[in-house]
């Protein structure tokens, strides 16, 4: 999208009409077939169509329709192509092309094997953040991009051309610290942990979380069930300010707002690459102002990291695309085997993190003992302990109840403390046999808890019952079903029937 609005010699007076059909963050228009704009200018499904009114341009995929839902001189627009947009009452808007996408040359090359120096990567990322490339071709720069395609120029690259669009936060402390995890392990949600307690300790952690990508929850997913999590700008910095840390949303603060454009097409196509996964954590963290950040990378047979090869060399791309861009860049490789906590979904990890940093006695034992690790590596990054001794610091922020004072603070200064929301439908899964819990699969894991409707159903995922190593015995629970429709529940519970659980027990 761009606010600049072309000169509308020979467009097309469009009236426009709030559709109200909702398409996402993709700006849909609609048209009638035999309208006189798509007779001139040949407009045909999914075209690119630049819409003008006095005051703004948007880029809009156009969708035809043949039914009388339209005048012939209406122009129909979806609700993200309304809220960029933003008309007043009885305005028009013009019709034309696009100017042409210069840079989608330079993805073309790539397809071929080509290399992008830095001066087509910046083209590329500033014509995604104008809004001139449609979802498709989006989905091809980073197709282009997966698997090692990448090399460490082209990484820094994109991370440097998404760190100069939209705005770099400064904070009047030093140092600020952050913390991130790599993802691809259900439950682990110790974020909310790490940053009660690194607060608690007097450390500044500014702490921006992404929803969900191919997980049945992000971080900003969890907490937005215990607290607003959507501020803008001003509103982050007064918490920050007055607690030390928060837990927003970054989407809603504009920093690399490309890399939510990109997310948003990764999450259809279910994957993402290392080079664009270094440049989206890296660029994030170096825009909300962080000086240094521990990130947690889960190292698994059916993690998002599966070998040592691989963890060895992600975590050097890091470290050294983290210096390039004024980071100092710690990474912890963690067991990445089974999931960490109870819950998989927002609200079922929610209720496991406050029993944590309510020091419950039935809190999830791996959760708390990860959260404190990594937590620990923050507070010695950053200064507040001597290496070595973070770990008692962290536990005792933990158990004096510091932490969860301090959680209760920021979510206060957030908008206020939630309790979880329950779903309606559940269902048990017993053992059939007895034996040992000898392996999870935790993509399996995870798509069960996502066809129970998490993390878009709050209330919705998996609950576990038993650990990796634990002793089974016949018809004990093994997993909990939770979902907010009876539809969404069998659609889950059928899918765990017909390929098994994600469970693996051994007699």
Not at 6 to 35: C, K, Q, W
Not at 148 to 174: D, K
Not at 274 to 298: C, E, N, R, Y
Request: with cysteine; charged share 20%; proline share 5%.
């Amino acid at each position: 999208m761009t606010n600049r609005v072309p000169d509308r010699a020979g467009r097309h007076e469009l009236a426009i009409r709030r559709m109200g059909i909702d398409t996402y963050n993709e700006p849909i228009v609609y048209l009638r077939r035999d309208s006189a704009v798509c007779r001139a200018e040949g407009f045909e499904a999914q075209a690119r169509i630049r819409l003008s009114t006095q005051r703004k341009s948007i880029i809009a995929t156009l969708n035809v329709v043949s039914a009388e839902l339209l005048d012939q001189n209406e122009a129909g627009l979806s609700e993200a192509a309304w809220r960029l947009l933003s008309p007043v009452d009885g305005e028009h808007a013009h019709a034309a092309h696009p100017e042409p996408v210069h840079s989608l040359s330079a993805v073309r090359g790539k397809i071929h094997g080509e290399m992008l120096g830095a001066g087509a990567i910046g083209e590329i990322v500033r014509d995604v953040a104008a809004g001139r490339y449609s979802p498709v071709e989006t989905a091809a720069f980073l197709t282009a991009c997966a698997g090692e395609r990448m090399s460490h120029a082209e990484t820094v690259a994109l991370t440097r051309a998404m760190l100069s669009e939209g705005r770099r936060l400064s904070w009047p402390f030093a140092p600020i610290v952050d913390k991130h995890c790599i993802g691809g392990l259900p439950g682990n949600r110790t974020t909310p942990m790490v940053v009660a307690i690194v607060a608690a300790a007097g450390l500044v952690i500014p702490k921006t979380s992404s929803r969900a990508i191919t997980s049945p929850a992000g971080t900003a997913d969890t907490m937005e069930v215990l607290t607003p999590v959507e501020l803008d700008l001003a509103a982050m910095r007064r918490v920050v300010e007055k607690e030390g840390g928060c837990l927003v949303w970054g989407g809603g603060i504009g920093i690399s707002p490309v890399d939510d454009i990109l997310i948003r097409i990764e999450r259809l196509l279910d994957f993402d690459s290392d080079g664009q996964l270094a440049a989206s954590v890296l660029s994030k963290k170096a825009a909300a102002g962080s000086t240094h950040v521990v990130i947690d990378m889960p190292v698994g047979p059916t993690a998002k990291v599966r070998s040592a090869a691989q963890a060895a060399r992600l975590s050097r791309l890091m470290t050294e695309v983290g210096a390039e861009v004024g980071l100092s860049v710690e990474v912890l490789q963690t067991d990445g085997t089974a999931p960490v906590g109870r819950g998989i979904g927002p609200a079922l990890e929610a209720r496991d993190l406050l029993q944590v940093l309510q020091c419950d006695s039935g809190a999830p034992p791996d959760l708390r003992a990860r959260s404190i690790a990594l937590a620990a590596a923050v507070l010695e990054m950053g200064g507040r302990a001597r290496r070595g001794a973070g770990s008692d610091l962290a536990a005792q922020l933990l158990d004096s109840g510091r932490a969860w004072t301090k959680f209760q603070a920021i979510c206060a200064a957030q908008g206020g403390l939630r309790t979880p929301p329950r779903a309606a439908f559940q269902r048990v899964f017993e053992a059939s046999a007895g034996g040992r819990l000898a392996a999870i699969d935790n993509r399996r894991l995870a798509r069960i808890a996502k066809l129970s409707g998490a993390p878009k159903a709050p209330a919705a995922g998996v609950e576990l019952h038993v650990a990796l190593g634990s002793a089974i015995e016949r018809g004990q629970p093994l997993l909990t079903l939770h979902a907010e429709s009876r539809g969404a529940l069998d659609y889950a519970a059928e899918f765990a029937e017909e390929g098994g659980m994600a469970l693996t027990i051994e007699a």
